[in-house]
């Protein structure tokens, strides 16, 4: 993928270890390149922030004034004993509750292939926030077409780990099928890239060629407006 | 609120504690105006404190206690003899959630009550009687108006946190928006910031059992016999709304007491209905029964949406500068967790910086009570926090 506004740092052409700046030996790989992404002392706010390893990472590095939204009771208290802002709730309503353009950043990751609405919740995240961040899982990789055609097997993978009777996967994503909905809902993609990632998910690299087939995430930074990239066929 | 429901296994606990008092507007021109507009002075304050305050007075956290409970909050005893440690012993001690090796911890017994704070039972300087129902009726705000004078007094500007559960989260919330500049965190557990018509029938039918009592006698009673059979069912109905339908079927199901058949009588056979006797018995010997009039009538009155003449809780938080931490318990009905998340939105709403838990409980509303390691980290946690944070 190759956004014409891309910084400098993005890899072009062949595939590379970006070894982004926020490398952190603990933190998913995909979460270090969101990290990445994210200005200074910026405002943000999480959805499904887990146990805030994410937040926690940008509260002590880039002293970002971060707020997270978790369901699970659990995965709250870690949040908040950490020292994170932690609301226990559904994405989806506790997202109507803010002021538009709160946050410098609202973060969608690895979520979006559990939301009902889509098109409603970014949406409102484009409100509520000036750039959007949204990582999904690509249902397209190369794996996952293998177990169907050559298994005929629904995929399971570390991307995707559950089977066809407890996923709770409602949406089934590839890095195009985002792209044109993108470009369809008049949204504008700021900055985009591919990754490919092993090691349990805290290892990767970002994938320039055929990302749609060698991907195992998509990560998107959208904003209002028109799209400027390119999507990539 | 029922106090001492459990005790502390760990048995902490900060030693010996005494009960100290603050009297203040004794000058008619001093007196302390209340919301209704009505004077009142002298103004006694019964308090505790434990640890010590730092250097920066840096350290302090207010303890705010609920209906029934008193000054009495930490795992500590008033002398040798005594059996009865305070009513939040599991949360209030060395190395507990609110930890008085590091923090200097306040509670002071709220106004109305009968905690040695004036209340209905203290003595009308215009009579030389107790006040009984010639005592105003106060609210919410009044009682934090006597913490924050009381704070005046021990020199302390700024708050590190002030921490309550249900009436005490009351009184929690409006230190938030009453003195914004002197609070730098609030933890709010069980509570509301709207008193529900659910919540004002129930205490509604306590009263009217106070009320109905023959020696009740329009309040004036402390010449005589208390209205001891009205304040127990008024405590026999509060206590059930405390517990849950799942609390109560775990805690006794239909189980009878002390006999295996029906007596055909009405002297109480189910273990239940003994229990909620003996809860109103325990509990007329330590509660005036104006008291609890006095202090339901304050939560009831309690409503944040039209805090200082404004139109919205949304509007009345836009004052609140603090750390927010709300927490709310699945089991509790008489303040459900859609109350907690009303006062969530007004503050979200205002930008505040507020974490939110609704922590899994069986045991109703009393939850918040109970010993938990999960709110017991979660305090400690978030009282680090604001410690690390907040420029007080």
Not at chain 1, 140 to 148: E, G, L, P, V
Not at chain 2, 195 to 212: G, K, T
Request: proline share 5%.
């Amino acid at each position: 993928m190759k956004a014409k506004s891309e910084p400098p740092s993005r890899a072009t052409g062949s595939d590379s270890n970006p070894a982004p700046s926020v490398a952190s030996p603990t933190m998913r790989f995909d979460l270090a390149l969101i990290a990445s992404w994210i200005e200074p002392g910026s405002k943000v706010l999480d959805l499904g922030c887990g146990e805030g390893d994410l937040l926690c990472y940008l509260k002590r590095c880039k002293e970002v004034d971060g707020t997270g939204i978790e369901m699970v009771e659990a995965k709250v208290l870690r949040g908040i004993e950490k020292g994170l802002t932690v609301l226990q709730g559904d994405i989806t309503e506790e997202v109507q509750d803010y002021a538009d353009n709160t946050f410098d950043y609202v973060i969608l990751s690895q979520t979006l292939q559990q939301v009902y609405a889509p098109a409603q919740l970014i949406n409102t995240l484009l409100q509520i926030g000036r750039q959007v961040v949204v990582s999904f899982p690509n249902f397209s990789h190369w794996k996952n077409r293998w177990q169907i055609c050559w298994q005929g097997r629904v995929p399971v993978s570390r991307q995707l780990p559950f089977e066809w009777c407890d996923t709770p996967n409602i949406r089934v994503i590839s890095i195009i099928d985002f792209q044109r909905f993108i470009k369809k809902m008049g949204w504008r993609i700021h900055r985009e890239t591919a990754i490919n990632t092993y090691h349990h998910d805290q290892h990767g690299n970002i994938v320039s060629l055929l990302p749609n087939i060698r991907a195992t995430y998509g990560i998107f930074l959208l904003e209002k407006g028109k799209s400027t990239v390119t999507p990539v066929s | 609120m029922s106090e001492y429901s459990a005790r502390d296994v760990e048995a902490v606990s900060v030693g010996l504690v005494r009960k100290h008092f603050y009297l203040f507007a004794e000058n008619p021109e001093e007196a302390l105006v209340l919301e209704s507009g009505v004077k009142i002075g002298p103004v006694t304050v019964a308090y505790e404190t434990y640890g010590e305050l730092a250097p920066g007075r840096d350290n302090a956290v207010l303890v705010l206690h609920a209906l029934s409970g008193d000054c009495h909050v930490a795992a500590g005893y008033h002398d040798q003899t005594d059996t009865i440690p305070g009513w939040w012993e599991n949360m209030v001690g060395p190395g507990k959630g609110i930890d008085t090796d590091r923090y200097f911890v306040i509670c002071a017994s709220i106004l109305g009550s009968c905690g040695g704070t004036t209340g209905p039972g203290a003595t009308n300087p215009a009579t030389g009687k107790p006040y009984g129902l010639d005592f105003p009726v106060v609210t919410v705000g009044d009682m934090v108006m006597t913490q924050q004078r009381l704070l005046t007094h021990l020199g302390i500007t700024r708050l590190l946190a002030v921490i309550g559960g249900s009436l005490g989260g009351m009184q929690a919330l409006e230190w938030s928006l009453r003195y914004p500049d002197q609070v730098a965190g609030v933890v709010a557990l069980a509570t509301t910031m709207r008193h529900s018509p659910l919540a004002i029938a129930f205490n509604e039918i306590a009263r009217q059992a106070i009320m109905a009592d023959p020696n009740w006698r329009q309040g004036h009673y402390y010449d005589g016999p208390k209205p001891a059979t009205g304040l127990a069912v008024a405590r026999m109905i509060g206590h059930v709304t405390y517990l849950s339908d799942e609390a109560l079927r775990r805690k006794f199901g239909r189980r009878l007491q002390g006999k295996d058949k029906f007596s055909f009588q009405f002297n109480g056979d189910f273990q239940v209905e003994s229990y909620l006797r003996h809860q109103g018995t325990k509990f007329v010997a330590r509660f005036d029964a104006n008291s609890f009039l006095y202090v339901t009538k304050a939560a009831d009155y309690f409503d944040l949406e039209h805090w200082g003449g404004k139109g919205s809780a949304v509007e009345a938080f836009a004052a609140a500068q603090a750390l927010f931490l709300v927490v709310s318990f699945t089991s509790d009905w008489l303040y459900p967790t859609y109350q907690s998340r009303e006062l969530i939105r007004a503050l979200k709403k205002n930008g505040r910086d507020v974490s939110f838990c609704e922590l899994k409980a069986d045991c109703g509303h009393d939850a918040f009570l109970l010993p938990n390691r999960r709110l017991s980290r979660l305090i400690a946690n978030f009282l680090e926090r604001i410690q690390r944070e907040s420029q007080i």
